[in-house]
Nanobody
Framework: QVLLVESGGGLAQVGGSLRLSCAAS????????MGWFRQSTGKEREFVAG????????RSADSVKGRFTISRDNAKNTVSLQMNILKRDDTAIYYC??????????????????WGPGTQVTVSS
């Protein structure tokens, strides 16, 4: 079992920045593939970014490329999402997710086994 807890959400202005963090426990963190997803009202949960177990390989959704950066610290069992140049469309609940197997491209919710409760990000002008 893996326990994930997100932090760092809140209110930001358009063009501003926020940094989300996710703390993991319950399993060797460096054995997990990690990802961030988001879900806004009335929409399906969508992939934001993913990172390999070593942290050397990352993948981001086209909508956040150049603005969001995923990183991990295996010594601290944390994964982060640095969000810059925020847009109103970035408003959503952001979820941290973990997978213990490499399934497909790890860009779909079904590719991940463990989920955090989510943290709200609201971007206003």
């Amino acid at each position: 079992q893996v326990l994930l807890v997100e932090s760092g959400g809140g209110l930001a202005q358009v063009g501003g920045s926020l940094r989300l963090s996710c703390a993991a426990s319950g399993r060797d963190f460096d054995s997990l593939y990690m990802g961030w997803f988001r879900q806004s009202t009335g929409k399906e949960r969508e992939f934001v970014a993913g990172i390999s177990r070593s942290g050397l390989n990352t993948r981001s959704a086209d909508s956040v490329k150049g603005r969001f950066t995923i990183s991990r610290d295996n010594a601290k069992n944390t994964v982060s999402l640095q969000m810059n140049i925020l847009k109103r469309d970035d408003t959503a609940i952001y979820y941290c997710a973990a997978a213990n197997r490499l399934i497909n491209k790890l860009t779909a919710p079904g590719d991940y086994r463990y989920w955090g409760p989510g943290t709200q990000v609201t971007v206003s002008s």
